[in-house]
């Protein structure tokens, strides 16, 4: 799966008042692009605060971190103070796992009782903050299959689509330290932890060793892995890489689901609070003010 000082400056943007015909039906999301994240109104990270009716949703545009300094965790804090919600949503975690699923309760347990509560980053400790004030989360995002079968669907190669969505964690594992490289001694191990995971009830069951990625890496580039100095970009929407028509695909689905999440939420719980990466909260910006009206916003820059 799957980026200020502590105090926020609330700047000019006011929710839309609401009529009795009440709101245009928003459309779904677009693709995401560099461009159409320039176009939000700050950069993340940045709280936006949508407010429609008795409906209001909480939106941490964040860029992840494990570092408790970090602007991102102060707005974590701030939307659980100004929100007031009555439901959470996080990333990385499947909701089919349900409400308040067991492996980030367990996680979010032990890093709490270790007084670690960042080292995960924001998603655990959205979850730390959520169980502290027994406040239901869900995870935000489709099933692995559901993605995997609807690139599938879309025309990709079993190996493309599946590599696709490996970047993501490696990037993750280069930022927390696991590993530096594909040159890391270590790389090989990380790669086959990920992708094992990953492939587990993947139809039609897809090459999760390491052997097999870099052959595909050589053959859809001409170049080794270890000598591509650009090898992470390929997580990059935008990058002309060999997934890039897989990397957009992946985070529309990603997106639409956790667009059509929101809406569900806030019919059945009125006050919500989102936790996920700025880039998402890009491909849904418009829809998200057609709902419920322009955003009061914190942070940013």
């Known amino acids: 799966m ?44 940045f709280l936006a605060i949508f407010e429609y009716g008795d409906q209001t949703l909480g939106f941490v545009a964040a860029r992840h971190s494990i570092d408790g300094d970090h602007p991102t965790f102060a707005l974590v804090r701030t939307a659980f103070n100004a929100v ?61 299959q559901a993605i995997y079968a609807a690139l599938l669907a879309g025309g990709s190669a079993p190996q493309d689509a599946f590599y696709a969505s490996l970047f993501g964690p490696l990037e993750q594992s280069r930022r927390e330290g696991d590993i530096t490289g594909p040159d890391d001694p270590r790389f090989d191990t990380v790669f086959e932890r990920w992708a094992r995971s990953s492939a587990r009830g993947l139809t039609p069951s897809p090459d999760p060793s390491v052997g097999a990625f870099r052959a595909w890496y050589r053959d859809r580039t001409g170049l080794d892995l270890n000598a591509d100095p650009d090898w992470l970009a390929n997580h990059d929407p935008d990058y002309a890489g060999p997934v890039q028509k897989e990397n957009k695909q992946h985070m529309m689905i990603r997106d639409q689901h956790l667009f059509e999440l929101i809406l569900s939420r806030l019919e059945t719980h009125d006050r919500i609070l989102v936790v996920y990466g700025g880039s998402h909260i890009a491909t849904m910006w ?10 009061r916003l914190f942070g940013g820059a």
């Open 2 to 45: 799957i980026e200020l000082n502590r105090r926020f400056a609330l700047l000019s943007g006011f929710s839309a008042a609401g009529c009795a015909a009440g709101p245009p039906p928003p459309k779904g999301v677009s693709e995401f692009s560099l461009a159409l994240q320039a176009r939000l109104p700050r950069r993340p990270p």
């Open 286 to 295: 418009r829809p998200l003010v057609r709902k419920l009206g322009r955003p």
């Open 84 to 144: 007031q919600p009555r439901a959470v949503i996080i990333e990385g975690i499947e909701t089919a796992h349900g409400e308040r699923p067991r492996q980030i309760v367990d996680q979010a347990s032990r890093l709490n009782a270790a007084s670690t509560p960042f080292a995960a980053g924001e998603a655990v400790y959205t979850a730390q903050l959520a169980m502290d004030r027994d406040i239901p989360f869900w995870g935000g995002e489709p099933s692995d």
